[in-house]
């Protein structure tokens, strides 16, 4: 059984080794200074992504949500030169949608529909782009909407203590911004702002677009050409990463609830680097074993987590516990980071870690709307081309890298507690032990 388990492991590596030499075919085009990354794919299906960097770093304080109400209007109401019926309704003939979604470090808008169609679909898309409906009543509708939420987002103790978590340990920074916005930001927003902050923000210096469908880039150029090239040069984005990392601190909010909710914070290597690779699969495996001390083995908890976060300003690491015994969960998950951090992983752990990271890995991309995605996040990184490399990059990463990142990056955590405030004290919140290196 052994040497069977072996033996599919080793085809599986060998498989995926030569997987980046067989990569679909990219080009990276620029149209009139609108960067375009085509890949190809054989599939029915066509997906395409105009990305806008920046994220929190795009608007101010006030303005928190801003983007995500004007990427909603976009996508729900179409162009101007159309009605909302209309949009719908040959959108749905053609089988054709448009979405969007936001974040701390960028946003997009999406285009998805069959090879068939993109012609008329693509139309649609780049005129909703450049010259969307922004309608009184579709804006206060989508407004509401996104004040509702806001307001229930409160009301949910693993979305608010990850607001929590992300105001108190990025305090006076982008990073303490919600994308999504506060019940008070949004509730001052108008049309004519959305209006505004759409002709400052789509603008060449900090838009790109990414192509996954059966057809040539050259093509693909040409559409952009005739349409998003219009958009303005506008100026040098202010895009970065930032130098400083998680600071160790700590936020309590009381709050009477029957299950206590815990996260802490650390910092974490650059994305798109070497380093990030050896991360992620270090946090997968201390993940796994929180699942198993803390949930299998002492029952203090169902579902206990860590794990590398995708956030790219400010990269980080999450560590995370929701239990009626706050003191005791505190103490063994700050065991369980010493032991990493004094004494290293296991090349058993790290080998088995692997496989099921590259299968999870690829199983997340089998349509064209999720390999756009990943093309589109693999280049506000550092490049697209990371993408290709990626299999190549787990498969080499050794115990020693992995170890090593740990000893390097887990010296200070912030932790954000939500729950009843009597059940804890702050010396329960430790700060990791501080090695040079493992004793292996």
Known sequence: MFKKTVFVMLAMTLSWSGFSQTAP???EIDVEGIKVIARESVKGTVSTRVFIKGGVNNYTFENQGVEELMLTLISEGGPADMTKEEYQTQMEAIGASISSSTGYDYSNISLNCIKQYFGPAWEIYASAILNPAFRQEDFDIVKNQLITAAKQQKTSPDAHLMDMAMASTWEGTDYAKKPSGTVES???MSLDLIKKYH????????????????????KVGD???TSLSSLPEGGTSNWFVAEDGVKKGLAVEDRNIETNYITGMFSAPKKGTEESIHNALAMRIMGMRFFEELRTKRSLSYAPSAGATGYIARPMNRLYISTTDPEQSLEVMMDLVNAVKTEGYEEKELEGTKQSFLTNYFMGQ???ASISMSLGVNDIQDSWKNMDRFTDRVLETSLEDINAVMV???EEIHWSYLGKEEMVKPKFFKQPVKTKKVKK
């Open 25 to 27: 075919k990219t080009e």
């Open 186 to 188: 949004l509730e001052s």
């Open 199 to 218: 002709k400052n923000v789509l603008r060449k210096d900090r838009v790109f677009l990414v192509f996954v469908g059966d057809l040539p880039a050259g």
């Open 223 to 225: 559409m952009v050409k």
């Open 366 to 368: 089998e349509t064209n």
């Open 408 to 410: 390097n990056y887990g």
